[in-house]
Structures are given as C-alpha cells and as structure tokens.
Nanobody, 126 residues
Framework: QVQLVESGGGSVQAGGSLRLSCAAS????????MAWFRHPPGKEREGIAG????????YYADSVKGRFTASHDAAKNTLYLQMNSLKPEDTAMYYC???????????????????WGQGTQVTVSS
C-alpha cells in the first residue's frame, strides 16, 4: 500500500507563496498520474493539477493556471506544488493523490484515485 504524505501548508497573506510537497512511500517504476486536489470549506473538492510521471504537459485547472506549478522529483519520490500569487479563495485543505493512470488530464480529475494523502491546510488571508 503506497502512502502519500503532504507537507508545506500554512497561513500566508494574499499575494504570497507556498510550496507543498507530497512524498510517496514507494518508487513508481511505471508511469503514474500524480495530482493535487483541494477542498475549500463548504465547497466541492477540485482537482487543480495533474502530472504524469512518465512525461508530458501537466494539467492545471483554470482557477490556478499561471499561478501554480506542479513538478515531480523521481529521485525523491516527491510531487511538489509551487503556489504563487495566492488569493483568499485558495484557502482549502490540499490533498495529494496518485494512481497507475496514463491519463492525467482534466477528465482524470473527475475520477477516483487509488492513493490519497491525509491533506495539508492552506489559509490565505486578505
């Protein structure tokens, strides 16, 4: 059973930056879709970024495009999310997810993932 552990959340003022990390307990020898989701209070969960570890262009939701960047360090088995120009509406619990899927597009974000992390809270104040 793969475990995903997020870190890097916290409180920041609007316009600030944070970098989230998601460490996987096992190395993905074949390509995996690794993704970031967020769940704002009182709203539905949203898939905001997806990255296929075998290569390709990452997927970003319109709400974060141009501000957030996902990256993967295979040597560290770690997925990152660099979040810049943060807004109060980015306040949410952020989750990492992964699964053996070649499709890591927006449609994948609407399906379930095999592995989930416990989440890390991001709070952006105005």
């Amino acid at each position: 059973q793969v475990q995903l552990v997020e870190s890097g959340g916290g409180s920041v003022q609007a316009g600030g930056s944070l970098r989230l990390s998601c460490a996987a307990s096992e190395y993905f020898y074949s390509g995996y879709c690794m993704a970031w989701f967020r769940h704002p209070p009182g709203k539905e969960r949203e898939g905001i970024a997806g990255l296929y570890t075998g290569g390709g262009t990452p997927y970003y939701a319109d709400s974060v495009k141009g501000r957030f960047t996902a990256s993967h360090d295979a040597a560290k088995n770690t997925l990152y999310l660099q979040m810049n120009s943060l807004k109060p509406e980015d306040t949410a619990m952020y989750y990492c997810a992964a699964g053996p899927y070649k499709d890591c597009s927006g449609s994948r974000m609407n399906a379930d993932f095999k592995y989930w992390g416990q989440g890390t809270q991001v709070t952006v104040s105005s």
